[in-house]
């Protein structure tokens, strides 16, 4: 999968852009205690230094929590459309929206181990693509595909 | 903690009231609780409004304005947003105005127009169950997939069946054809359930509850002005409130539910065993399983064969949701609380005619409301005692 690095970010807040182009989910770890927050905040609430934190790269790859397949059609997506949790290894639970797994009600399987994408999510109103992470089905081996 | 009772009770027939807007359907519930109070406008010395303010065509002082129309005015008036939480909120905002200690009589009221013809409505609408928009809400989130999730993940690990989740569609339709007031009032069949249209997997369309119009209203005071009003007082026992703490940890939805019913137990000096009937939020079909487990009516895991064993029905272990819940009666957000508590006075009244629950005694609301990262936005949770 050639994953996109132009685009609109769905919202820059949840991401971080490298030199190279490439875009990565962030959070922010205390720099005191360690613990990791997603969305990012300037502050850790147990530590309560301003600015205490710093920008963290969110693990690539995590568990199904639980999934569903919508269609409904205002959601402004194709459907039938899949997305559900995943609980990545630093006990992040993150909305998702699920790709390369079609047939869903097959291919998707509660505890199975998912792995991040950047994909195209919509084009917007003023017809940017806009671009978002997803999980997929981790795909084995090298994970090298893998965002 | 001074003691407050229940002396008058109204709503208005939930679903779609075309010819209704915020200020009659206000106007109807109102007027109904005052008479069933037997008590005037100008008694009433603060007030509530429970509304989520959604529609095109649900002004801002909303409360005021809607109020006003049976001549409360004046008074302090406060509007209460919080997704479909709102009128239990305003319910339980009245009660600790009479705590306080300030105030001897309030109302709290509840509306909610959501039916409209307004071309914003369908934008509005799809604002519905109040996610975390940038994060969920650009993402195909919708109320149902939480439930579906939850659904889901209940059936993996507990064996929950597809039709032990539908049979909770077949009882609440069954008890809303015996409600006048209800939004639906034809009862359906497992097969109507599970041949439904799929909605999100594995609920369908009547595995959710309708958009709804409607207002309901309270009229409570402090036990000891009671005997300025004629209407048959209910004790308030328990009134809590909790909101979500987002921790991260896949127990879907469940954890403010199991916070709220555990302060109000507490408050009550009660316990699961003691209630007779309950009014959850039955948003969809699901969440109703996982109320039975989280209000402690069942044990973790067991919800499924509760509702399929009888034990939610009229004349079971605990009447749930007698009044036909959110899936028959109706959801109109913010009167849905104040429905609710309708509902379990009239019950413990003995006035609920066809679906009464025999000898009645407590009863208990559940309402909860939005949902942000796998959590639940607000829970408010009412006991009512009848008074011997």
Known sequence: MNQPTKGVLVDSKFFARRPDGTVEVVGSRCKKCGRVYFPRKRVCVDCLEWNGVEEVPLSKKGKLVSYSISRDPMRGFPIPYAFGYVMLPEGIMLYSLFTDCEPYEEKLKIGMDMEMVIDYLMTDRWENDVICYKFRPAQGGSGSQAA | ?388
């Open chain 2, 1 to 388: 903690m001074r003691e407050v009772w229940i002396v008058g009770v109204g709503m208005t027939r939930f679903g779609r009231l075309s010819e209704y807007g915020v200020r009659e359907m206000a106007e109807e519930a109102v007027f109904d609780a005052l008479k069933d109070a037997g008590a005037k406008p100008s008694d009433m010395e603060i007030a509530y409004c429970g509304t989520e303010a959604m529609g095109p065509d649900t002004p801002m002082l909303v409360g005021q304005i809607a109020l006003e129309q049976m001549g409360i005015k004046g008074i302090p008036i406060t509007n209460i947003a919080n997704a479909c939480g709102s009128g239990s909120n305003a319910v339980r905002e009245a009660w600790l105005a009479l705590q306080s200690g300030l105030y001897d009589v309030a109302i709290a009221l509840g509306v909610e127009k959501l039916t409209s013809p307004h071309p914003d409505m369908f934008q509005l609408l799809s604002r519905l169950g109040g996610a975390d928009l940038m994060l969920e809400g650009c993402m195909g989130f919708f109320p149902p997939g939480v439930f579906s999730m939850a659904a889901l993940k209940h059936m993996e690990l507990y064996g929950t069946t597809r039709e032990q989740i539908a049979r909770v569609a077949v009882k609440n339709n069954y008890n809303g054809s015996l409600n006048p007031k209800a939004h639906y009032q034809k009862p359906v069949t497992l097969e109507d359930v599970l041949n439904s249209r799929p909605v999100s997997y594995p609920l369908n369309v009547l595995d959710c509850c309708p958009i709804s119009d409607g207002a309901a209203a309270v009229v409570l005071c402090g036990a000891d002005v009671a005997k300025r009003f004629t209407g048959t007082p209910v004790r308030m026992r328990a009134a809590a409130q909790k909101s979500g703490t987002y921790k991260d940890d896949m127990d879907l939805n469940a954890d403010t539910t199991r916070r709220a019913a555990k302060e109000a137990y507490e408050m009550a000096g009660l316990g699961p065993e003691d209630i007779d009937l309950a009014e959850v939020h039955d948003c969809f079909t699901f969440a109703e399983i996982q109320h039975y487990e989280d209000l402690g009516f069942c044990k973790h895991g067991e919800g499924g064969r509760f509702v399929e064993e009888g034990h939610a029905n009229i004349g079971g272990k605990v009447a749930v949701n007698s009044s036909g819940g959110l899936l028959a009666k109706g959801h109109p957000l913010g009167a849905t609380g104040p429905g609710q508590v309708n509902e379990v006075v009239e019950q413990l009244r003995g006035k609920c005619g066809k679906r009464q629950v025999a000898g009645a005694r407590i009863g208990m609301t559940h309402n909860g409301g939005g949902f942000r990262h796998g959590d639940t936005g607000i829970v408010v949770s009412f006991i009512l005692e009848k008074l011997k």
